[in-house]
């Protein structure tokens, strides 16, 4: 039987042409396809996959990352093409209402829009359901193309943390973005129709936030 704490109902965002909900194994074929191509992972420290066993155990340990309420990871679909990537949130302090989010996508999908819909999704989840007021995210000082995207959305720069992040035997620099709550309400990002249905793991809801918003 699901844990209520983790499970509440299939939580699932819908946009547009995409949605993101709790993963599955039976996701592991779309996301091995799409995160075997060296690019994809190229700014992260895991990756590429080398096999779908690759993509099995890393979808077998989320449910122990929910129940810690230490990682709240989505699997992306698209309607049509299925799992794309995942998008999700770390970092999640529930007393100061933050977390920081991370994504990646497979590589036709760069360019089309999903960035930007994804992002909607993830922050009507944080903002509206989360109960958050601040949204961070990282990148790599060298992946410009990121950071671009980050500030198109949003985001804003907020300096660089030295030594952050380790990538293989490299200890490289990161750039800080934020999101706060009142960047995205006026913000590009709130533009997007987001219909939910579920409820998200109780372990991430900031206190005093209970219940969901209406679908806009």
Known sequence: MADARVARGDLALTGPTLRVRIPRLDDAAGLFSQASDPEVTRWFSW???????DAVAYLERLP???ERAAQLDLVVEHHEAGPIGISGFSEIARRDRRATIGT????????????REVK???????????????????????HERSQRALQR???EREGVLRAFHRHGDEVLDVVVFGLLRSDWER?????VAVAVAGEPPALFVSPGRAGLSPAR
């Open 64 to 66: 122990g990352e929910r």
């Open 104 to 115: 990646w996508l497979g590589r036709a999908w760069w360019g089309t829009g999903a960035n």
């Open 120 to 142: 909607a999704l993830m922050c009507h989840l944080g903002f509206e359901l989360l109960g958050l007021e601040r949204i961070g995210s990282y990148t790599n000082v060298a």
């Open 153 to 155: 959305l949003g985001f």
């Open 47 to 53: 990756g590429p996959y080398r096999c779908e066993d």
């Open 187 to 191: 913000g590009p990002l709130r533009e």
